[in-house]
């Protein structure tokens, strides 16, 4: 068996969330919303089932998703995409992130990998036969400098594999660091897998700035998102890969031998969902960044240091220096019944043992139920 795998410990999700089910604890640590997404989205999918194509979809994606996406992207990001030789659809963006990899890296090439960062990351780096060089960021911004990706990058850099926003941390990279690292990227001639899932889920005002539009980066770029992500739906695993034409044709070879294609009725949803108007984008966002204040809020009155969270599903507290992020999370679901993650389960190296992340796209009464819970528990 091969030991990247066989060797590989059982995930801090699934031993969270079993204990999680053994205890009756309240579950913020798999970034998962209790919503069942847009309704509109949901039935446009159902009688795309019933009524429509149910056999094999051209493997690149159904044309009016790949003419969707284009817009979407035209529309939000300005970005300049040819659905026909730019964009492919993809079974989640793990598989797109996959198969970058395994299309990209070559044994030996080195990959520059931003930590923490998503649990996915590393064994897909290692089994393409990547060499994982590591960005260490530390709260509480989480930033990266000149001197850190001068000592990440080298002659046999082949790819950075970036995250932004970012998971766990809950952060956005601004246009300054994007600036920096696509600068990096052209001088060493790079190319940059960028995980931007997360793009629509942002918070304050904030908008994504995608590292694709940066100078210099158009050609070098691999752009993935997520309908999972956008829509609320994580588990119907539809992702795009926006790309070159040169880079996707051979991602194209890789998607080929690995799931070939994504179920066309989820696909004719997706296209369906990503022309709505502002307004379902504005709320989606209101209504996440509601659950974000009323959790730091609730946090913060029983004693937690809450870090700023800008996107995604999640914040994290600091639970200080010389704490056991893990021994912490382990006492919080056993003795106080609310589980969560800690955060050096995305570390591979050089890990920050000092703090915790928390889930908060839940109704209001589950994290209600949590602070309750969770009163005394920051001296844990």
């Known amino acids: 068996m091969n030991p990247i795998f066989a060797d590989s410990e059982t995930s801090v999700f699934e031993t969270m969330s079993r204990l999680a089910r053994e205890t009756g604890a309240v579950n913020l640590g798999q970034g998962f919303p209790d919503d069942p997404g847009p309704l509109d989205v949901r039935e446009t999918a159902a009688e795309a089932l019933v009524n429509g194509w149910n056999q094999y979809p051209p493997m690149l994606g159904l044309p ?15 970005l300049d995409l040819d659905p026909e030789r730019n964009i492919m659809v993809t079974s989640g963006a793990t598989e797109a992130l996959a198969g970058a990899l395994l299309a990209l890296i070559e044994p030996g090439d080195e990959v520059v990998l931003f930590q923490p960062m998503y649990d996915a990351y590393l064994p897909l780096v290692r089994r393409a036969g990547g060499v994982p060089r590591f960005v260490t960021l530390k709260p509480p911004f989480w930033r990266f400098t000149e001197s ?14 970036f995250n932004n926003p970012l998971n766990p941390t809950g952060t956005m990279v601004g246009r300054d660091q994007l600036t920096l690292l696509a600068r990096f990227c052209v001088a060493h001639d790079v190319i940059a897998i960028c995980d931007e899932v997360w793009e629509h889920v942002t918070f304050d005002g904030l908008s994504h700035l995608p590292l694709m539009a940066m ?9 993935i998102g997520s309908a999972g992500k956008i829509f609320s739906l994580t588990g119907w695993k539809v992702g ?10 051979v991602l194209a070879k890789a998607h080929q031998f690995i799931t070939f294609t994504t179920p066309p009725n989820l696909q004719v949803a997706v296209a369906y969902g990503l022309g709505k108007s502002d307004e379902y984008f504005t709320k989606m966002r209101a209504g996440f960044a509601r659950s974000r204040a009323a959790f730091a809020t609730g946090l913060t009155e029983r004693g937690f240091t809450v870090l700023p969270s800008q996107a995604t599903y999640f914040l994290s507290v600091d ?11 382990e006492a919080l679901v056993r003795q106080h019944g609310v589980a969560a993650i800690p955060n050096s389960a995305f570390y591979a190296t050089h890990k920050v043992t000092s703090t915790v992340r928390f889930c908060f796209a839940k109704h209001e009464a589950t994290l ?3 602070l309750d819970r969770l009163t005394g528990a920051s001296v844990a």
Not at 150 to 160: I, L, Y
Not at 240 to 249: D, E, G, Q, T
């Open 215 to 223: 100078p210099g980066m158009a050609d070098r770029t691999v752009k």
């Open 368 to 370: 209600q139920t949590a």
């Open 64 to 78: 009016v998703l790949r003419e969707a996406i284009a817009a979407h992207y035209r529309r939000f990001q300005g």
């Open 148 to 161: 850190d990706l001068a000592d990440a990058f080298s002659p046999r850099t082949k790819v950075v594999l």
């Open 319 to 329: 639970l200080g220096e010389g704490r056991d992020d893990v021994a912490f999370c």
């Open 240 to 249: 795009f890969v926006m790309a070159a034409p040169h880079l996707l044709r």
